[in-house]
């Protein structure tokens, strides 16, 4: 960390939570454990009157209720999210922002309706190249006022898996991650899945609005248009053994086998390898991956830890299908986005 949080990033972080990295041990988050990131205020909608209007370029608009919505064909996927911010702390000079460290992220079986078929029904006029989300909540960012509002290109809104999630974990949304409708676009980093979702807008211009144009770009300087922020890259967590520390979180463990339990995860495909340091990343060895890994989800993954006595730092790293793994550093980049570095914790073996 370069200097210290400022009362802003201190504001924010007391509003948005993230994951205690002890639940990585659950394959599916408790819903009040998964963590939350809410830009403007949380909106109070009345499920009765609420609409999700589908419009733009399509032959016939729809507007459906709730009732609707799940009345159609249900899917349930679980999911994992990651903050594209997330790791952002740890990469100085540090963006002003979300202050997050490693776990901005959780796990939920999200349910509900597949997107395309209501694309189909609505019939896509020929012009058409990206499909809005538009959700209730609106406030200033960047000096600007707007909607919370991301795109998608036609051919990634139509991919099976897109979801207009009315559930998470069983239960109706809650408040706070987004009742009574989100988006959910598996493999993405966070800011895609629009919650309290209003409008799906379908329009023939690439949409410049500030959340897609502004934000969750990798600029690498001021004035570097930078490429979009997209899919998760590869990263993997451990729940830190031993005892906890309250104030400083270090941990202390007895010398012996220790059984370290962590998942890995990836936008780009399944994870094929997690490797583990107990020297600070001077050397690895392989841990041992979960039978099965979800589609969408994080993989499991143990390894056994022979601790002797002394400080040590742990980390962890994973490498997907597709060949991405965790650099030592990340590359920088204004906004503080995908840090996937691997996660670093100090333990004092006795
Ligand atoms: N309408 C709306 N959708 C939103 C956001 C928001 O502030 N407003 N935050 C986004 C960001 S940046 C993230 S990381 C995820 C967080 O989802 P969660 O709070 O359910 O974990 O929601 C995304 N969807
Ligand atoms: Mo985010």
């Known amino acids: 960390m370069d200097d210290g949080i400022t009362l802003e990033e201190l504001q924010l972080a007391a509003r948005n939570h993230g994951l205690p990295l002890e639940s990585v041990r659950e394959a599916i988050t408790p819903v009040g454990l998964h963590y939350l990131l809410i830009h403007f205020d949380i909106p109070v909608v009345d499920a009765g009157s609420w609409r999700l209007q589908v419009g733009g370029l399509v032959d016939r608009p729809l507007e459906l209720t709730l009732d609707d919505l799940r009345a159609r064909p249900a899917r349930t996927l679980p999911v994992t999210l990651e903050c594209a911010g997330n790791g952002r702390v740890l990469m100085p000079p540090r963006a002003l922002s979300q202050p997050w460290l490693t776990e901005a992220v959780g796990t939920a079986e999200w349910t509900g309706t597949p997107l395309a078929p209501i694309l189909e029904e609505a019939g896509l006029?020929?012009?058409?190249?990206?499909?809005?989300?538009?959700?209730?909540?609106?406030?200033?960012?960047?000096?600007?006022?707007?909607?919370?509002e991301r795109s998608l290109t036609l051919d990634d809104a139509l991919r099976d898996e897109v979801l207009l999630a009315y559930a998470m974990n069983g239960e109706p949304l809650p408040v706070q991650h987004g009742f009574p409708l989100r988006v959910i676009v598996p493999g993405w980093y966070g800011m895609t899945h629009v919650k309290w979702l209003r409008a799906i807008t379908v329009v023939s211009e690439p949409f410049t609005g500030w959340q897609q144009a502004e934000a969750y770009r990798l600029h690498r300087s001021e004035?570097?248009?930078?490429?979009?922020?997209?899919?998760?890259?590869?990263?993997?967590?451990?729940?830190?053994?031993?005892?906890?520390?309250?104030?400083?979180?270090?941990?202390?463990?007895?010398?012996?086998?220790?059984?370290?339990?962590?998942?890995?995860?990836?936008?780009?495909?399944?994870?094929?390898?997690?490797?583990?340091?107990?020297?600070?990343?001077?050397?690895?060895?392989?841990?041992?991956?979960?039978?099965?890994?979800?589609e969408f989800a994080w993989r499991g993954w143990t390894f056994t830890w022979d601790a002797t006595p002394g400080e040590h730092e742990l980390q962890c790293r994973a490498t997907d299908a597709a060949g991405n793994g965790q650099p030592e550093t990340a590359e920088w980049n204004t906004g503080g986005y995908c840090n996937n570095a691997p996660q670093r914790a100090r333990i004092v073996v006795s």
């Open 125 to 148: 006029g020929d012009d058409a190249l990206e499909v809005v989300f538009t959700g209730i909540d609106r406030g200033i960012q960047g000096g600007v006022e707007h909607d919370y």
């Open 223 to 294: 004035d570097d248009p930078g490429e979009p922020v997209t899919r998760m890259l590869p990263r993997s967590l451990f729940a830190p053994p031993g005892l906890p520390d309250f104030f400083d979180r270090s941990r202390s463990l007895a010398a012996g086998r220790c059984l370290l339990e962590g998942r890995a995860w990836s936008g780009f495909g399944p994870i094929v390898r997690v490797e583990v340091s107990a020297d600070g990343g001077a050397t690895w060895a392989d841990a041992e991956l979960a039978d099965e890994q979800p």
